[in-house]
């Protein structure tokens, strides 16, 4: 799915914005809200996992990372390694499922990033297990997804209100009610992919970090662009408004298993 919204030209296949030139700027644009602050990336083993068709490896390499992509699209793959080679860095990719980073080495990673793609996996405590293998202790692992609540709610206004795809407790992938929930649409593209997607909990999410032998020290819940109450109701920006979009954690690999 994700190679046929690469080859459509679908945003979140391509890359955002372009890089600026000073280390403190680059950081900047990689990690806005500085959830790596104090985190040495220079001479890091850095992990962008599931972060094909953006500058972010391409960034952590130009920070001066030992950088390392994994992705399960080989399209998404291709952009990131070029974005790379235009900046005269280069990456070294491997096309692989999240759920399984058995290429990787125990304790190989000094950071693992990870934006914006739990929602594709039905098992995260897998993804999580092997995050947990591949950090060195004391490492860190930054990850993102979509909100459980509000993920049931888009395109769920009834005129009176929000009635959710299914119950919070339900954990199977988000039901399709209409076309509209298989079809991709921004602007003039419109392209038919059912990617399938899960609105994991947030116990899911922290217990199955914390079983991994990980331990949560930030978690946040945003909302991209302004907030803005008085938009059409049912749209995504009133819903944005009312409930965050994302879940960010960030976790450290213990030192001693608990
Ligand atoms: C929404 S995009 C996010 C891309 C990037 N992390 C970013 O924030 O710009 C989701 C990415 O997850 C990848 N992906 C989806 N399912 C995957 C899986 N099971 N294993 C590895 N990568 C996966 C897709 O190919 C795509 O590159």
Redesign the pocket.
């Known amino acids: 799915m ?1 190679d046929r919204l690469a080859r459509a030209g679908i945003p ?1 296949t391509r890359p955002q914005g372009r890089p600026p030139k000073s280390p403190a700027a680059l950081r900047r644009f990689l990690d806005p809200d500085g959830r790596l602050d104090g985190v040495r990336l220079k001479g890091a083993r850095v992990l962008a996992l ?5 500058w ?1 490896a391409a960034v952590f390499a130009l920070l001066g990372a030992d950088t390392y992509l ?4 080989a399209i ?1 793959l291709r952009t990131a390694r070029d974005l790379a080679r235009k900046k005269g860095m280069s990456i070294r990719t491997a096309r ?4 399984d980073l058995s290429r990787f080495g125990a304790e190989s990673f000094d950071v693992v990033w990870q ?3 739990l929602v ?2 039905r098992d995260v405590d897998k993804v999580f297990r092997e995050v947990g293998r591949i950090l060195k202790p004391g490492g860190t692992y930054v990850t993102s997804t979509m909100h459980p609540t509000t993920l049931r709610l888009y395109g769920r206004y009834t005129g009176a209100g929000w009635q959710p795809r299914t119950s919070y407790f339900d954990d199977q992938a988000m039901p399709y009610t209409d076309d509209g929930d298989v079809t991709w649409q921004f602007g003039r593209i419109s392209v038919v992919a059912p990617t399938i997607e899960f609105g994991h909990r947030v116990e899911t999410l922290v217990n199955g970090i914390a079983s991994a032998g990980m331990v949560i020290d930030g978690l946040w819940e945003t909302s991209p662009g302004d907030f803005d109450l008085k938009a059409t109701p049912g749209s995504d920006e009133h819903l944005e408004s009312l409930f965050p979009a994302f879940i960010q954690i960030r976790a450290r690999k213990l030192f001693k298993p608990r």
């Open positions: 994700w979140y599931a972060a094909g068709g953006g972010d994994a992705d399960i699209s998404q692989v499922d999240m759920s934006c914006h793609s594709f996996v």
